[in-house]
């Protein structure tokens, strides 16, 4: 569990440290990566983790949620990628693909109609790569930064021609 507070809590910092105020940054991360917080993530049956190791160093990590699980869409032909955080060392050569590539592994293996995640729309990077994978824009919401609201799109990508 430390590890994947310390993946979280690195890569949300390296991620979004220069575009919010750092009050904002530290109080969400303590209220969204604390151990309590993530321990009830990991032993919720409709969450699923799965960490990446390059030989035995940790490199990032997927969290998906079906059913109850999902935080916005409810659906049961679903599969909510909620993160996919790469440590900003191993950004850019193909990390975050892999762990894509896993969610879509275990959406089929689901029999999900499609997949989908919510990203913040000044997040161009993870915007790019996600409409690169053939996500797209479906509709948005409010995320909450301390105190800013903020706005997130909510991105789809149908599995149905996987079948």
């Known amino acids: 569990m430390g590890l994947l507070i310390e993946i979280s809590k690195e890569t949300f910092i390296s991620t979004f440290g220069d575009s919010t105020s750092e009050k904002n940054l530290k109080e969400y991360i303590e209220k969204a990566f604390n151990i309590n917080k993530m321990y009830d993530e990991l032993v919720n049956e409709n969450s699923l983790f799965y960490i990446l190791y390059d030989d035995k160093t940790p490199v990032g990590y997927l969290k998906l949620n079906e059913g109850e699980g999902q935080t916005d869409i409810k659906d049961s032909c679903s599969l909510e990628i909620e993160r996919i955080y790469v440590v900003k060392e191993f950004q850019s050569i193909g990390i975050g693909k892999i762990l894509l590539n896993k969610a879509i592994e275990i959406a089929l293996y689901k029999n999900k109609d499609y997949i989908w ?20 824009i479906i509709s948005q919401h409010s995320f909450i930064m301390g105190d800013d609201e903020q706005l997130d799109y909510i991105m789809k990508k149908d599995l149905k021609s996987y079948y």
């Open 117 to 136: 995640l919510g990203v913040w729309e000044k997040n161009e990077k993870a915007l790019a790569f996600y409409k690169k994978n053939d996500f797209i």
